[in-house]
């Protein structure tokens, strides 16, 4: 099965913290890599995607292939930062996205 | 319209109904999929439309599900006979290309149908 993993339901930093949120994946080909991100009463939305090499509000992700891992990180987190996020990866075919647990991030002040 | 939009929002329904969930995605979005989430859960692949060609329904857990989407527009997720463990967040999203491909496609989720069944 592909699998995304995320093995931290929740994590609680304090502002201005770092932060990481963890992602692995089971290895297949090569992976396309994303973080969603949803806030409160909010819809899902991308965050980044591994293709990009991009920096969105302050986060960025490498793919490490040989740890099979995406991580999440932020050098200081804000509060508004405090969010569900989702890792998620699709296959070859592209036709769709396979999303981890989530990780909820709670960014205290 | 601005977004993909589900109807109803909220659905309650007893043991052993039929239900029907509406996306109307973004106009002239190719592509359309449907995504269970469960309370807890990261969203679970349905099914994928190009137009109205289903292309992929190996998400759907049983015969009880089923997705249209006649005129390659609107699309209708319906569950007979439902369970109580089909209690969860229906989530549609639209993209304008074929698949998700990355660098040039972007998927745009609705808001949810959150149904719950007694």
């Known amino acids: 099965a592909q699998r995304v993993t995320q093995p931290e339901k929740l994590l609680s930093v304090f502002k201005g913290a770092p932060v990481e949120l963890k992602c692995n994946y089971s290895?297949?080909?090569?992976?396309?890599l994303f973080w969603y991100v949803q806030y409160s009463r909010q819809r899902l939305q991308l965050l980044l995607r591994?293709?990009s090499r991009e920096s969105i509000k302050g986060f960025t992700a490498d793919l490490n292939k040989g740890e099979t891992s995406f991580h999440l990180k932020k050098p200081f987190a804000q509060e508004e930062d405090s969010a569900m996020y989702y890792c998620?990866?699709?296959?070859?075919?592209?036709?769709?996205?396979?999303f981890g647990s989530g990780t909820k991030l709670n960014v205290k002040p | 319209g601005a977004g993909v939009s589900q109807s109803p929002r909220y659905k309650v329904a007893k043991r052993g109904q039929d239900v029907a969930l509406r996306c109307d995605p973004i106009?002239?979005?190719?592509?359309l999929f449907w995504y269970q989430q469960a309370l807890g859960q990261g969203p679970e692949f349905l099914t994928y439309?190009?137009?109205?060609?289903?292309?992929?329904k190996s998400g759907l857990p049983s015969d009880r599900f089923f997705a249209e989407r006649p005129e390659g527009s609107v699309s209708t997720l319906k569950i007979q006979r439902t369970q109580q463990e089909d209690s969860a967040v229906y989530l549609c999203?639209?993209?304008?290309?074929?698949?998700?491909?990355?660098?040039?496609?972007?998927?745009?989720f609705g808001a949810g149908s959150r149904l719950t069944v007694l």
């Open positions: 999203a639209s993209s304008p290309l074929q698949g998700v491909m990355t660098g040039a496609n972007v998927l745009t």
């Open positions: 290895y297949s080909g090569s992976p396309e």
């Open positions: 591994h293709i």
């Open positions: 998620a990866r699709t296959l070859y075919n592209f036709n769709k996205f396979y």
């Open positions: 106009s002239g979005h190719v592509s």
């Open positions: 439309f190009q137009n109205e060609a289903q292309l992929d």
